[in-house]
């Protein structure tokens, strides 16, 4: 396939998931009603005009990066290696074990207090934390401190103490699979999250962490970890992307960070 074509049908595809991201806000707005676990607020503009200019602006900025950066400019801007006195102690196996630890425990908490807690919505902070604490906060830690999140995975952790190997030899996941793995559990994550009525019911946020937690380990232990980590587990696939933002990023050289 040319460059030119390739570059046609990135535009088409871009185009489709602007208009699909428009229509998605748009057709949301007669049943979207509240975010994570706030309750109902008004507005001093009408909900819909609301929604379509959020829309709006996403299409824009599909559009504008589309055709106003199709290629990367701060490619070659040089890497600063930092300092062997930062980097040591943050990159040392006693450190992200450590970091591993503590977040798995913080997500086995989390999804005990879900599971045990009050049933009260509002009373149960589980949905708090994983809607407005973890799942805002993903976003600027990524951009600012890079995929530490792949690191840190709760997942992951729990795979690799269950046995699950960190690579498969000889078993790769289908070309078919591509990323729609994560693409579809961000667009029900979405879903849940802006659309579905009761968001912050507390059971039904731990029947989906032990049923995504179950497909999550199963796809590792398939497949390995790392390989599901790559390109299947949603959230680290999300935090991959904004981190490409981040002006630091943890490199492999020879086995080694």
Known sequence: MSRSNRWTRVRARVFAIAALVLISIVAS????SAHGVQGRAETPIPIAAFFLAAGVVLVVSFVG????WSKPILAKIPWWRAPSWIERPLLASVTIGAGRAVVLVLFLFVAA???????????????LIIFVIWWVGLVPISAIFGN????LNP????????????????????HLVGYWPPALVLLLFAWFELVY?????????????????????AAM????????LDQGEAFTVYTGLLALLSPVEMRVIDGKR
């Open 29 to 32: 707005t007669s049943v979207a």
């Open 65 to 68: 990066l589309t055709f106003g």
């Open 113 to 127: 207090t879900a599971a045990f807690g009050s049933e009260r919505i509002g009373s149960n902070p589980a949905p």
């Open 148 to 151: 530490i999140w792949r690191e």
């Open 155 to 174: 997942w992951a952790t729990l795979a690799l103490l269950l046995r699950a190997p960190r690579k498969r030899e000889g078993r790769t996941i289908p």
């Open 197 to 217: 009525p009761t968001p912050a019911s507390p059971r039904l946020v731990a029947a989906l962490i032990i049923v995504y937690t179950a497909l999550t380990l």
């Open 221 to 228: 232990y398939r497949w390995g970890v790392d390989a599901w």
